[in-house]
């Protein structure tokens, strides 16, 4: 079985500073780049975490929340900028979804980005399913 990679903090947050976050992740990190309307629309690379490797620092009355089809997903925007750094996802509802483009970049020494098909949800979510366990 292949070591874990070893974790380290990133920071995060929105455009205007209003939200602020820490997600432990490694420095080489895998992402899903969705096709569904949202993420194809907003651009948004995911990252997912458990909810214990995130830490919310600044801006929790900041926070908008939007949901729509099965009601699982709480996309989080920030409601000055707009921007949403973080979200609880359909595919992994017990962790968080981080935009990698949101982080501070130099904690990051690599980014694979991997397909996630929204027109094959069941596939695409198993793959996933295990990335939001502690």
Request: glycine letters at 6%; hydrophobic letters at 35%; aromatic letters at 8%.
């Amino acid at each position: 079985m292949p070591e874990a990679a070893a974790l380290v903090t990133h920071r995060g947050g929105c455009h205007c500073g209003a939200i602020a976050f820490e997600v432990d992740a490694p420095a080489r990190v895998t992402v899903s780049e969705c096709n569904c309307s949202m993420c194809r629309m907003s651009g948004y690379l995911h990252l997912i975490v458990p909810r214990a490797r995130f830490r919310l620092l600044r801006g929790a009355d900041a926070l908008s929340e939007y949901t729509f089809n099965t009601g699982t997903a709480r996309h989080l925007f920030c409601r000055r900028c707009g921007v949403k750094s973080f979200y609880v996802p359909r595919s992994n509802p017990e962790g968080y979804s981080v935009n990698v483009r949101c982080l501070d970049q130099s904690t990051l020494e690599h980014i694979d980005i991997e397909p996630f098909d929204d027109e094959d949800r069941a596939a695409s979510e198993a793959r996933l399913r295990e990335r939001s366990r502690p």
